[in-house]
Every structure is written in C-alpha cells, then in structure tokens.
C-alpha cells in the first residue's frame, strides 16, 4: 500500500470500524511505537523527532487517561494515577531528553498493552462463542 492517500483511507476506515477495545489496543500501539521511535531518535540526537514523538505519546497516554469510567470499575482509580505518573515521566524525559527515562515509560506501557490484547482477543473469543452456540 504505497499510495499515501489509500493507506489514510484505509487506516481512517480500520479506526471508525474498530471495537472499542480493539482502539485500545490500537492506542496503546501507538503509544509504544511514539516511544521506540523517541528513543531511536534520541540515541541518534534527533531532538526535534524525539520531541514530537514524545508529545504524541503524551497525548495518547491524556486520551488514555480521560477514557476511563471510573464509577465502572474499581481499578480505574489506579490506572489513572498510573497514567499520572507515566504522563509525568514523558514529559521530565521529553525536557531531560532522556532515553532511559523514555525506555523505562516503554516497560510499564508494554505489559499494560499485552494484558489490554489478550482481554480483548479473549472477550471476542467469548462473543464468537456465544454467537455460534
């Protein structure tokens, strides 16, 4: 898919007819590609990169945070204060231009995107199920 204008379509399709846990874990994706990517760039001092990648990852860790519904479920109130603290993180490694410091936010968002994939590939298992049976 080399045309740019097919793949905008086709990526703005996948997203409007994603579930929603599936943009989940599309955004927690994301979140991990801003964050390799920043690291890459600040391995080779790309500070302008790895600024904008930083900034992006902020953004998705905000929206991340503004989604949750936390009358809904009791952990909610411990997600949040994790997304503080990883918001917080993001923002001293974009000032400190700091790979190990954007590294460090990578290893607390990769497991998070992990159980994230295996809840929503086993819910839409459960769904299939039920709809077959």
Same mark, same amino acid.
């Given at each position: ?5 097919? /793949? !905008?379509? @086709?990526? !703005?399709? !996948? ?11 599309? &955004? @927690?994706? %994301? ?10 760039? +600040?391995?080779?001092?790309? %500070? ?5 990648? &930083? ?9 991340? /945070? ?12 411990? &997600?949040?204060?994790? @997304?503080?603290?990883? +918001? ?8 400190r231009r700091? =790979? =190990? ?6 290893g607390l968002?990769?497991? +998070? /995107? ?14 299939? !199920? =039920? /709809?077959? =049976?």
């Amino acid at each position: 898919m080399n045309n740019p204008s097919m /793949r !905008a379509r @086709y990526m !703005a399709d !996948a997203i409007t007819t994603a579930s929603p846990g599936k943009l989940l874990v599309m &955004l @927690y994706d %994301r979140l991990v590609l801003d964050l390799v990517k920043a690291e890459e760039a +600040l391995g080779r001092d790309d %500070r302008e990169t790895a600024s904008t990648q &930083l900034q992006h990852a902020q953004e998705i860790v905000i929206e991340l /945070r503004s989604s949750l519904k936390m009358d809904v479920w009791d952990g909610a109130k411990g &997600l949040s204060e994790l @997304y503080g603290f990883l +918001l917080t993180q993001l923002i001293q490694a974009n000032i400190r231009r700091d =790979a =190990a410091q954007v590294a460090s936010c990578r290893g607390l968002v990769e497991p +998070l /995107r992990d159980a994230w994939r295996t809840a929503v590939s086993e819910a839409s298992a459960v769904g299939t !199920a =039920a /709809r077959v =049976a």
